[in-house]
């Protein structure tokens, strides 16, 4: 069944940490553009797959033994919203790998050792079969506990293929899985070692970047035909470290160049490969995941080391390289775009890295959109775990998991977004006179109006007073002057705190209004 829509929930930290915390209930809403959707899971769910019919495969993950253990389960989650879930029998102690949908609906996944699990118990690895009814089959490969399933593709031809390595990128080989699902070893040299990335081209190969590993062959992009012999493009290239190929419309496809990624090449179906001239200037940043636009354009995500210079990049298909940073809201080194996937409209949606497991150290997860002409989005609403695996529906939605107990959407946007982020409240003046910093996604009118005082035992005690209001010419955090009334300005001076429930709209310039509920702690130390 659908799950209801998850206000955002924000811990309060306690007065003895000096944290003024805000925390989200659901309220009375009226046409929220742009907010996730749950829908509940009974295991922590991990890959996700766009189906045939439109729905979402996943794979997913119940720990056991206190976490040293676990059992591998999977379902599916139709358009309208049910959550199927199939116990596939499989082995403990397993783990599933990426899941992949092939041409004729097909589920594909492999299984391989749960990485907690201690030598002595390793498993040899498996590949999955499932029907789209949910009937499940698991095949050895005939390999020892040592070797693990690495990439895996589909290809719109019907086949599959994916690699094997030891550890390292020892002993790395290539499996095809046919049409009809015969799983068979390809008599392909790879060397003693390599990283294998794969992906499937439009007219039915096999692709590959090769990395250099030390003792193995050097960097290359690889082509192989179902059955045929393999086609190496770039040895030659000095310094060759490329990346998995992007197909773009038309057959060609992006890739880096360099160990460090700063260079774009693109090669052709017949194997040209050419530098596009363009250079990335990392300057000790990330570059991370790459999607082809609907247009051929090359995007990618960047994390910064620097604060402020996260970005998400778009490079033309003459090598024109641009940044697009507006609306881009990180405040650690190295938190930016994680993954990005080319939705059904043309837009592009991305996940982000942006939570430390310290204290205090964590933005607000949230997914993000960019429009063909660089326009972004962050969208906060909802959104409960940093995304970790995200998909883009038919429909122009998009889906994602966080390896939580869910399965989020958020539905096609009609309109200007109106949903929006509200930060924990800073140390209140000795007054009680704060700041409230709400992050909208556009030009609009923000107001905040003081609702209830929130005391022990889940009592509470109404209050008046008029409406805080401001204004925000674009994207970013507008601030609102605040300071606790009635019954809460008394306790606040009292105890030097108090807990005031309020009213939060947006209504973005051109749009409809949106409100939540948000509890505010007004804190501020006692004299000593």
Known sequence: MLGPTRGRRIGLFSAALAAAVLAFTPAARADPVGIAESFPTKCGVEDLALGKEGDVWFTCLIETNYGYGSRVKFGRVAPEGQVSEFD???AKNLEAGKLVVAA???????LNSFFR?????RRAPEIVRVTPVGEAKASPLGLDARYYVGDIVASPSGYLWFATFREEGKDPALWQISPAGEVSKLSVDLGPKAYLDLEAGPEGDLWFARKPVSGGAPGAIVRLAPGGTPSEFGTTLPGF???TPVFAPGGSAWFFEGEHQTGVGRVTAAGEITDTGAKLETGGGIVGSSTSGSDGDLWLAFQSERVGSSAIVRVSPS???SQFRDCLRYSQPFFGPATLVTGANGDIWFTSIASRQLPGISDPPSIGRVTPSGEITQIYAGVDAEARW???GPDGSVWFSAGTDEIQ?????NGPINTFHVAPLRRAAANGTATARVVVPGPGKVELKPVALLKRHHQRVALGGAAVTATSTACGTTGLRVKPVGAALRAFRERREAIEEVAVTFTPDGGTPYTETAKLDFYAPRRR
């Open 88 to 90: 596939g029998g499989f």
């Open 104 to 110: 004729n609906g097909d589920l594909w996944f492999p």
């Open 117 to 121: 699990v201690s030598q002595g118990q």
């Open 241 to 243: 470290w490329p990346s």
């Open 319 to 321: 090598g024109q390289v």
């Open 390 to 392: 995200i998909v883009p």
């Open 409 to 413: 959407r958020i539905r096609p946007i």
